[in-house]
């Protein structure tokens, strides 16, 4: 069987060939091309000369298509419908999808966000599973090869080439200690905060952080007697301790009666923490992620306590 070049094949052919079987008429089916009588005439020769058969032949009906062209024409119609759906934005229906989500992300965010975001995946896109993973060293790996859709981060996290980031919500941190501290009740100073031993939240195991740079600036330090990647171990510990820890004002409000803490306005007054979505480049478009991004957005909107100019809680990153 003859090979058949397919870089040499014009494939602007192709509608013109539908359009003379289907009218059986050159002149309509140039119409229907928007195309003169003559390049349709035209275009009928090469698709003779390139199939090796008329085609369509003078009857006394007018043309008649060949057992050829009668054979051609369900595949011809898939064809074209195939090229198109390459042009076609695609149809995009939460109801119907079936996929798996993964996303890295800390214990803060699975236990604050997960809720409100699995109560609307449920309710849109029932076939939908979502997976929380780890971030680990490899994140960047996973989400490259798309083994990891989305991770949460920090609109101050540095982002590798190829990466995007879009914002959620900017929320406020807190002191936590636990309720009845010898500190509780009174207002602190750098100096009270440098004093007491702290827990800190280290969620890819880097030690540096804007906390120590801003005590650092006032001739001060900290004692760290523990760091741990877990939030909710962060609160557990000061919650039986007297170390304290500046924490998420949503998580800490959340569990402080479970925990037993009190919360203060914190002496350093950072900006406040601005949460955010990070994705791929090359996934931007990809309509699903679009509507995750926008069910995760919303579903952190519920439960973070937003932090505006005007907050009460003087914020400090840890």
């Not at 304290?244 to 803490?261: K, N």
Request: charged share 20%; net charge neutral; proline share 8%.
């Amino acid at each position: 069987m003859r090979q058949t070049n397919l870089a040499a094949v014009d494939l602007n052919l192709l509608p013109a060939l539908e359009a003379l079987l289907r009218r059986r008429n050159v002149t309509r089916a140039a119409d229907d091309m928007g195309l003169s009588q003559p390049a349709m005439s035209r275009a009928l020769q090469r698709l003779r000369d390139v199939l090796e058969d008329p085609l369509l032949v003078r009857g006394a009906g007018g043309l008649i298509p060949t057992p050829r062209a009668l054979a051609l024409l369900p595949s011809l119609s898939a064809a074209l419908d195939g090229l198109g759906s390459i042009y076609r934005e695609p149809t995009f229906q939460p109801a119907t999808m079936d996929r798996v989500f993964s996303i890295a992300a800390a214990d803060v965010h699975t236990v604050l966000v997960s809720p409100p975001l699995l109560r609307r995946v449920r309710a849109e896109a029932p076939g939908v599973n979502l997976r929380f993973e780890p971030y680990g060293e490899d994140l960047r790996a996973r989400m490259e090869s798309g083994a990891l859709d989305l991770a949460f981060a920090t609109m101050a996290s540095p982002l590798p080439p190829g990466a995007i980031s879009e914002p959620l919500v900017h929320e406020a941190l807190t002191l936590a200690m636990r309720d009845g501290h010898p500190s509780q009740g009174r207002p602190w100073t750098l100096e009270d905060y440098a004093r007491h031993v702290h827990v800190t939240i280290s969620i890819r195991g880097d030690e540096d952080s804007e906390i120590d740079a801003a005590l650092a600036a006032q001739g001060l330090s900290r004692r760290i007697v523990l760091r741990t990647p877990h939030f909710m171990a962060a609160l557990s510990a000061v919650g039986a301790s007297d170390a304290v820890t500046t924490i998420s004002a949503t998580l800490a409000r959340r569990f402080s009666s479970a925990f037993g803490l009190a919360l203060a306005p914190s002496p350093l007054a950072l900006p406040p923490l601005h949460l955010s979505l990070v994705g791929t480049a090359a996934r931007a478009d990809d309509p699903a992620l679009r509507w995750l991004k926008q069910q995760i957005k919303q579903a952190a909107e519920e439960v973070y306590e937003v932090s505006a100019a005007s907050t009460t809680i003087p914020s400090a990153r840890e």
